[in-house]
């Protein structure tokens, strides 16, 4: 929640915002999901508590806050190749971009930067990788006996390898042989190499 009060000029250019807007989807998200099944392991521990001792909630607090960390550095590299129009550097070389062109409904020709370097040069989706990260070490802590603690992480893989679907699909319809040659440059959805 932090991250999004901190980071929130750049949520509201995200897909959640700029493609389902804030209808039944995303309303829903908030006010059910997110108190429902980030709760879970919270939940799950009342009953059954598991002492970790230092050296691991450590290990998990530091893995989680990479995670975070992560996270919001593939955001913050996409803000920042926007707002400069793609001269910045990623990673300490110029961004690599792709000026792809598409027509809105109303007919009017635009513009989208495509980054394809830093963070968005691993996997398409990549962000998501860190986020399911987080939700695994959020539930860690009840151990590795049980699923429930788990679900917020399931619901989460569940969700968001749908979503790289769905976004795929639209942004080849939006942006058509711009997003085959992003393709190329970027073959993975979520995890290089595998996804």
Known sequence: FTKFFWWEAGYMRTTDIMTDRAGYYICWGCLV???GFYTCPSLFLVENPVVLGPFWSTVILLLGTASIAVNYLADW???AVR????????WGKPAKVIRAQYTLESGEKRESL??????????????YLPEILLAFFWSVPAGLTHLMPFSYAIFLIILLVHRTYRDDEKCAAK????WQTYCKHVPYKIIPGIF
């Not at 707002?83 to 990623?90: A, D, I, Q, T």
């Not at 942006?175 to 711009?178: E, F, H, M, P, S």
């Open 33 to 35: 999901y997110v108190p």
């Open 83 to 90: 707002s400069s129009e793609g001269k910045c550097l990623v």
């Open 77 to 79: 590299q996409k803000q």
């Open 114 to 127: 495509l980054l394809y370097s830093g963070w968005w040069g691993v996997a398409r989706h990549f962000h």
């Open 175 to 178: 942006y058509g042989t711009w």
